[in-house]
């Protein structure tokens, strides 16, 4: 015997479109609720990164400022020891009998 064309097995449908029109409402709303949400994470997070990058600039004009405070106490420091060692140089000469003139003849 030929079986018969389709499934015997199919559901039958009803047309309930209120129950689904409800559904999918319920289902916009909590979507619509998510997004808000969403974009005031995202514009907590954007005040978040402002604020930081103006303390990163901040710190960084910091870094750059003491970086230039230290060279130029090194440079001074440089200075003040070629001085201390050209007095000492200068007082050993001094001591092992040079005079002045002979000194002065040396550093030309």
């Known amino acids: ?6 499934s015997k097995n199919k559901p039958k449908t009803i047309n309930d479109y209120a129950s689904q029109i ?7 709303a909590y979507l619509n609720t998510e997004i808000v949400s969403i974009q ?9 990164l402002k604020e930081k990058k103006s303390a990163l600039k901040k710190a960084e004009k910091e870094v750059a400022s003491l970086e230039a405070k230290k060279a ?8 003040e020891a070629k001085k201390t060692e050209a007095e000492a140089v200068l007082k050993k000469l ?3 009998g040079m005079s002045a ?6 550093l030309k």
């Open 22 to 28: 409800a559904e999918k409402q319920e289902t916009i």
């Open 72 to 79: 130029k106490a090194d440079a001074k420091a440089a200075e």
């Open 1 to 6: 015997m030929p079986r018969t064309k389709g």
């Open 40 to 48: 005031k994470a995202i514009e907590e997070q954007k005040n978040t």
């Open 101 to 106: 003139d002979e000194i002065l003849e040396k």
């Open 94 to 96: 001094l001591a092992s």
